[in-house]
Each structure stands twice: as C-alpha cells, then as structure tokens.
C-alpha cells in the first residue's frame, strides 16, 4: 500500500482573496479519513458561503438536505456554528479551506467568518475517503 503524505501549505490566500475566492461559492464539501473508521469512516466539513447566524431549528433541516442529497448515513459528533476558515494554496487546483480553530494561528492566517457543519458519518459515495484519501469540492451559484 501506497504511503500518503500530507499536502503541502504553500502559502494562505489573503482577505482580499477569500473575498474574490467565494464571490460564485455556494458550500464547499470536504470529506476525510475519520479517526472513528468503525460506524462513521468519513469526516465531512460543509462550509456554506454566509457569516450569517442561521436558525438552531434550522441548522438540522440544512444537515439533513446535504445527507439526503449525498447519500451521507450515520452522523454524529455535529458541529454546526460559524468559525474562522482560512483558504491554503498547495499543489492541488483549487484552495485548500481549513478550519481555524487556535487562536494563536488564527492571528498569524488570513481568514473568513463562515458557517461550517462539521460531522463524522459514512456514505457509499466517498470510496476515496474511506481508503485514506483526502479532498474538497466547490459548490457554484448559477
């Protein structure tokens, strides 16, 4: 079996460029290797483009229609809230977001306030995480 090695931080896009970044951005979908490969292998973070305050009554109906619409089972661990996202430039095509959650870091990287639904479940649709892959994929307006 093939070593997999981390992606490699370039460098972090600046505030102007998040905002230039996420001008079309309707969600980013990331998925990942969960550390719980038993009953939930995948870890998904959605990142929907509002700082926004949503609605708790609404934060599950959200959750539901990404799990409906990706065939995502057996959630737990949910964290729905907005939070500091930065955007990583590496070898891949399109930024890297990640979840800024140190506060020392988050003086350091360029970041956006944005609502994250973050969760561990599984889906038959995300092969690629289950085998220790990670990657992310953005979700365009009209």
């Given at each position: 079996?093939?070593?997999?090695q ?14 230039t970044?996420?001008?079309?951005v309707?969600?980013v979908?990331?998925?990942s290797?969960?550390m719980m490969?038993?009953e939930?292998?995948?870890?998904f ?5 509002t700082?926004?305050?949503i609605?708790e ?6 959750l ?8 995502i089972?057996?959630t737990?661990?949910i ?11 590496t070898?891949?095509?399109t930024?890297m ?8 870091e988050?003086?350091?990287i360029?970041?956006?306030?944005l609502h994250?639904i973050d969760?561990?479940g599984?889906?038959?649709?995300f092969k690629?995480?289950k085998?220790?892959l ?9």
């Amino acid at each position: 079996m093939q070593e997999m090695q981390p992606l490699k931080v370039n460098s972090y896009l600046s505030a102007g460029e998040i905002k230039t970044l996420l001008e079309n951005v309707e969600y980013v979908l990331m998925a990942s290797p969960s550390m719980m490969t038993d009953e939930h292998p995948i870890h998904f973070s959605i990142i929907l483009n509002t700082s926004d305050v949503i609605p708790e009554e609404v934060k599950p109906l959200i959750l539901e229609k990404f799990c409906r619409e990706l065939g995502i089972t057996a959630t737990s661990h949910i964290l729905s809230n907005r939070e500091r996202i930065a955007f990583a430039l590496t070898t891949q095509e399109t930024p890297m977001p990640r979840h800024i959650v140190d506060d020392a870091e988050a003086n350091t990287i360029p970041w956006t306030l944005l609502h994250i639904i973050d969760f561990l479940g599984d889906s038959q649709g995300f092969k690629e995480a289950k085998d220790g892959l990670s990657g992310w994929s953005y979700s365009y307006t009209n």
